[in-house]
């Protein structure tokens, strides 16, 4: 009876306050900074890239509706299914130190999301990568300094065929407002 009491309870304050987010925006950001690596005693590629959000505006009841990596990659092979794994980046890292092996980036131990570009999408949309960090976006602009960037990993192209395109690794984040009104 009392989780019955409480439902209700959830319902009337739900009823109460209406939320709705004013126009979206959408903010573009280009990595700040990237890096390409070989995971240690693994076959997986590692490319680490930091996001700068400052650009994005920031206020009172900000929402996050959908924030992506945006990838188009040369060099995906079209006739086999390749994978792509996002984690977010637990430590700060800089691409010199990890280039020269003075340093690592620390990992997330589950992935965020993961992408599989089958022959048919290869086919449709080339070598198009697209994985959702919307929950990461989130984290980060309730704590900046919790900003470490993305490492994405795959097994099914090599540390050259990555790294003339870290550039080309778009964050895009579609976010609003919401207003607030009490009924």
């Known amino acids: ?16 306050i209406s939320v709705s987010v004013a126009d979206a925006l959408v903010f ?3 990595p700040t900074e ?5 995971a240690p005693e693994s076959e997986s590629v590692m490319a680490a890239l ?14 996050i509706t959908a924030a992506y990596v945006i990838w188009p990659l040369e060099g995906v092979a079209p006739g086999r299914t ?3 794994r996002v984690y977010e980046a637990t430590r700060d890292w800089s691409k010199d130190d990890v280039r020269d092996g003075t340093g690592s980036v620390i990992i997330a131990d589950v992935a965020a999301d993961d992408w599989d570009i089958m022959p048919l999408d290869f086919e449709r949309n080339g070598g198009l990568v697209q994985l959702d960090i919307t929950q990461l976006v989130e984290g980060w602009c309730a704590n900046p300094s919790r900003n470490f960037g993305v490492v994405v990993t795959t097994e099914d192209m090599t540390p050259e065929m990555l790294r003339g395109q870290l550039g080309n690794a778009r964050l895009i984040v579609r976010y609003g407002f ?5 009924n």
């Open 50 to 63: 930091k996001y700068e959000l400052s650009g994005m505006r920031e206020g009172e009841y900000r929402v």
């Open 1 to 16: 009876m009392k989780s019955l009491a409480s439902g209700v309870a959830m319902i009337f304050v739900f009823c109460v």
């Open 34 to 38: 990237g890096v390409v690596f070989k």
């Open 28 to 30: 573009e950001g280009l």
């Open 82 to 84: 390749s994978e792509f």
């Open 178 to 182: 919401y207003n607030r009104t009490e």
